[in-house]
């Protein structure tokens, strides 16, 4: 059998670097369509298009995992305000539980942490397996 050890700095699957895929995940949220951002990115329409339905389907799940672990991270945490889109939602508790990991474990970029949360798993196209790690 044979293990390769993923750097937090990638997703599973994936060959862009997970900050270059958090900066469309970002951007997505900020309402930006996905050919805007592919262009900003300097990556291929059909590949950022792709990240985001990926992180889209799972939006729900990864919004509850990470906001769990905010508040586990910082329990003194307060609620994480609702948007009416749920995409968004789930890239503003990454934010947050980024940000309190950073109390806790010290400073690393937002997007590695969630790499490194979820196993690289963030994209997953199969069912979250990190989903009821928390």
């Given at each position: 059998?044979?293990?390769?050890?993923?750097?937090?700095?990638?997703?599973?699957r994936?060959?862009?670097?997970?900050?270059?895929?958090?900066?469309?995940?970002?951007?997505k949220?900020?309402?930006?369509g996905?050919?805007?951002?592919?262009?900003?990115?300097?990556?291929?329409?059909?590949?950022?298009?792709?990240?985001?339905?990926?992180?889209?389907?799972?939006?729900?799940?990864?919004?509850?995992?990470?906001?769990?672990?905010?508040?586990?991270?910082?329990?003194?945490?307060?609620?994480?305000?609702?948007?009416?889109?749920?995409?968004?939602?789930?890239?503003?508790?990454?934010?947050?539980?980024?940000?309190?990991?950073?109390?806790?474990?010290?400073?690393?970029?937002?997007?590695?942490?969630?790499?490194?949360?979820?196993?690289?798993?963030?994209?997953?196209?199969?069912?979250?397996?990190?989903?009821?790690?928390?």
């Amino acid at each position: 059998m044979t293990h390769v050890l993923l750097a937090e700095d990638c997703l599973l699957r994936r060959r862009d670097a997970v900050a270059v895929i958090g900066a469309a995940l970002a951007g997505k949220a900020a309402g930006h369509g996905h050919r805007r951002i592919a262009a900003d990115l300097r990556r291929l329409a059909p590949t950022v298009r792709n990240w985001l339905r990926r992180f889209a389907a799972g939006a729900e799940a990864i919004r509850s995992f990470f906001t769990v672990l905010a508040h586990d991270l910082d329990p003194m945490l307060g609620a994480i305000a609702a948007t009416p889109c749920a995409l968004a939602d789930a890239v503003e508790a990454v934010a947050c539980a980024a940000r309190a990991a950073v109390g806790r474990l010290g400073p690393r970029p937002p997007w590695s942490f969630a790499s490194a949360a979820t196993g690289g798993r963030l994209l997953s196209n199969t069912n979250c397996p990190w989903a009821n790690a928390a």
